[in-house]
DNA sequence: TATTCCTTGACAATACTTAGACAGCGGTTT
DNA sequence: AAACCGCTGTCTAAGTATTGTCAAGGAATA
């Protein structure tokens, strides 16, 4: 015969292990706050039920999270059940928890292209993007992460070697996530590339990602494209949109003849963006009637759908 | 009773955290505006209702985004809630657009389910869960797709061969996730499977993801495992913890027998999480000592940590 | 006999309290 | 511009409350 949930039987020592609490901890709780009361022993030993080890062990989970035994001590069962699933939920809405963070993945490419290894920086980088979605992983880990090699890069801390190494697994993660947005016939359609003599082409990389986050049909052409073929293609594919990435701070009278050259081939409904350091840099001599320049990601991505509407 | 929410029971720390705010924060409103006025405990110590932390909680953001809290501090709870309500709309600019919301997500899947395209269905599914991350995939686009398959399944309007379609699809993408979170060595060890005479694995497989996003490292063993099989796997791999799913309704005899073979066969400070449509409803009958029922994925997120430092 | 457990009283570590001070920021006035 | 000012977050110091931990001496248990 089964006996019953309130059938005292476990020695302190048992209790103590169930609960995760201490027999110390027993004895003070029961002396100074009668949370519970156990049976005894002929010799006074002090014997548990089932309630009272599932009462000390919510008793437990909750006071770790925060509330006074003092205060709990006289709350029922049922009561302390009830609490504690509130607390479930409301502490859902709480915390991040360590790992899955922005900054954590972000130290962590670091780290991984400082050792020079490329498989974990890519599963760092994979895992960031699955985990915080890509329009965070973007903003969050990747512009951050990029700044921050280049940062070190300029610094002396990292060489060419890393930089290179970090370059190479990026355009692999982000020619995933554009691969991934591939899709027929929907969406407006941007080309993104990079101008004459602009070999850095993570940024263009970037923004062609997030665009295809965003919905966008994107047409990726990749760094150093001449104006003429940028225009043809924009043409063939029936662009909306046209953005370019700009991060070499020589903006010369060579590219800004190119930019001008562009605008004017370009279609009256079709928009272009420019970006990148040198863009920011340069706004000024830059900015054109029909051409946009954006600071950061988050401008490019709230720029987007006023070109779509245009159209 | 006491379940009233103006009954004070959250001492200054927890009042902190559900909040956000920090305790010298809490004070210093209160000092300067009587922001609140939380009752004291014998002792004089601070005691927040529930509808101090609701009220507490809009106010901080509101003055993250700008508003001064001396202005606010006045404030019904009433017309916070409704100036947080405005702001939502106003601040409608950075909402996810039209098509990569959950909800178009899901109906997009449903739709291709329905029309048996294993291949648009899978697309769909990598690019929710690369788009929203894995966490908010899960909960937002996996669960509700699910549960309206199941109910059109049972409805007549999808056909067994949906259903079949569906799961594999499903099975192909959580895999997929799965491995995407493999990694070495980190993390506490999670055992997932689903007792026997239970065929219905989804729910398994959902609950695996979703601890491996959590950074948990994740051996998933699949459907109907008898309870030795599952014994002898935790203590190979070392598991922190089991989680069983359960979907089926007929908690009988069998199933409650294997639950005390498992839960007495496991060491104390393993984990075992129950899930499942069945768990829930029959959560009386399932709870134990050192068995914890969770309801909802959310649930068992939060649910997973506590596991971790119970080691 | 060796170990575990009992009670009581004390102590130490946290956590919380108040009152006050200070620094950065945005806006205003000189 | 420069100086000023109110608002707000943060910190300190000194005292109180709460709670975990321990010790001593005796009793029960195996």
Redesign the pocket.
């Known amino acids: 015969m089964p006996h019953a949930p309130s059938t005292p039987r476990h020695?302190?020592?048992?209790t103590?292990l169930r609960t995760g609490l201490?027999?110390?901890?027993?004895?003070?709780?029961?002396?100074?706050?009668q949370v519970v009361t156990?049976a005894?022993?002929?010799?006074?030993?002090?014997l548990y039920s089932d309630l009272d080890l599932e009462r000390l062990h919510l008793l437990r989970r909750l006071?770790e999270r925060?509330h006074?035994?003092?205060?709990?001590a006289k709350t029922s069962l049922a009561d302390l059940e009830r609490i504690v699933r509130e607390e479930d939920v409301a502490s859902a809405i709480a915390e991040p928890a360590v790992g899955s963070r922005p900054e954590d993945f972000s130290s962590a490419a670091i780290n991984a292209a400082r050792r020079l290894d490329a498989a974990e920086l890519q599963a760092v980088l994979e895992r960031a993007a699955v985990t915080l979605g890509v329009p965070g992983f973007l903003d969050e880990v990747a512009g951050a992460s990029l700044k921050k090699i280049g940062q070190d890069w300029s610094e002396g801390t990292l060489s060419v070697a890393h930089e290179h190494l970090a370059t190479a697994v990026f355009r692999r993660v982000l020619g995933w996530i554009l691969r991934v947005y591939e899709v027929n016939g929907a969406g407006p359609r941007l080309l993104v590339a990079t101008p004459p003599r602009q070999a850095h082409e993570l940024g263009a990389l970037l923004a062609a990602a997030a665009a295809a986050a965003e919905g966008w049909e994107v047409t990726y052409l990749g760094a150093d494209l001449p104006i003429p073929e940028i225009l043809t293609s924009a043409r063939q594919v029936g662009a909306a949109a046209v953005a370019l990435s700009i991060v070499y701070p020589s903006v010369d009278a060579g590219l800004m003849t190119d930019l001008q050259q562009l605008r004017s081939g370009l279609e009256r409904g079709v928009g272009l963006l420019i970006g990148g350091a040198a863009a920011s840099a340069e706004r000024e001599r830059v900015t054109a009637p029909g051409v946009e320049v954006v600071d950061s990601l988050a401008h490019f991505r709230t720029a987007l759908p006023r070109l779509q509407e245009q159209r």
Chains 1, 2 share one sequence.
């Open positions: 020695p302190v020592r048992l103590a201490t027999p110390h901890i027993l004895r003070a709780w029961e002396r100074r706050y156990p005894r022993s002929g010799g006074g030993q002090r006071t925060g006074s035994i003092g205060r709990l």
